[in-house]
């Protein structure tokens, strides 16, 4: 054992249980073949981002006509999150209610859940984007799959780079430590003083001989952190990655990373682009078996009105009457 690690040691005794190691390369191997295989697990933090953000969304959602009570807010928020995470979300009709089908095939235009035949008409199967060959659902990353793989990577290496172990590291002379009753190496005093420290001052010899008599001497300890040091190309490709993934998905960066305005015209944005469309995909499918509903954000309302004050604020700002201006903004008159 090394000076450095007998010191580390004394300092922070370490997990004596041994974990997986090997090179940078040898890791980026093995999640290569872990992704191949399809073993990778988990999402990425991008995919969550916008996976809870659709969650959210239809948790609030009002559901109005005469199936209404067959799609509870819990069976929406969750359909609304498959749809964007693996691209559809399968029921099936059971005793008037909506089961998740955990699994499921489709032979011409049957489906086989859990041993039994279903036709089209008792299933509601919203789909993100349909693939022709097979009627399965595909999700907007499994299109990008190598920008998903390489999201997911970056962050599996960032994680086992936090997993380092911390410790701090003190040059310090005669660390010879001796052996007690046991055979068991004791450390030397200075040791035993700084790990006990907490915040209190102790004696200790300089680290260098000739204190004050050299023009080089050391006057005192100079302590080395040893952890995680994560590259800073990895963080930058980490961020990048994380933007490109919210993109691929429907949301904007600035939804995310940029000021309030950014932020406000950033959601409408995504309401108008990604959150109105699932409500449209999820109110076909529900049509399609025999389940008509309405569904209605109050989101997607306060949106709409704040733009519309904003717009009628603007328009009277630059001389319009304010009927004129509620006609162009779009807010209707009030009738006495």
Known sequence: MSLRERVANWIAPADR????????????????????RGTLAGISAAEEVIGG????????????????????????????????????S???????????????????GVYKIHGREYLPSLVFHPRYIEE?????????????????SMARQVETIMENESRAASSYVVPIPNVEGTLDEDGKEVPPEFVKNMKNAKGRGFVAETPRGGFGQ?????????????????????????EQSHNYVLNAMGAPNAMYNGGAADLRDSVR?????????????????ARECGLPVTIE??????LDL?????????????????????????IPAVEE
């Open 17 to 36: 249980a041994t974990q997986g190691g090997g090179s940078f390369s040898a890791a980026l191997m093995a999640l290569e073949l872990a992704q191949a």
């Open 306 to 330: 704040a733009a519309k004050v904003r717009a009628l604020q603007g328009l009277i700002a630059s001389g319009h009457d304010i009927e004129e201006a509620m006609a162009i903004a779009g």
């Open 297 to 302: 954000l109050p989101l997607l309302a306060d």
């Open 132 to 148: 022709r060959e097979t009627g399965r659902g595909v999700s907007p990353l499994l299109q990008a799959a190598r920008l998903r």
């Open 90 to 108: 399968v029921y099936y009709r059971h005793a008037g209610q909506l089961r998740w089908a955990a699994d499921y095939s489709l032979d011409r």
């Open 214 to 238: 050299r023009e080089h001497s050391q006057p005192s300890f100079e302590q080395t952190r040893l952890g995680m040091d994560t590259p800073a190309n990895v963080s930058a490709i980490y």
């Open 53 to 88: 953000f659709m969650l959210r969304c239809f948790a609030a959602a009002q559901v109005e006509g005469v199936y209404r009570r067959q799609f509870p807010r819990r069976l929406l928020k969750m359909v609304a999150r498959d749809l964007l995470l693996n691209g559809e």
């Open 269 to 285: 944005l995504v309401c108008g682009t990604l959150v109105k469309p699932v409500i449209a995909i999820i109110e076909d499918a």
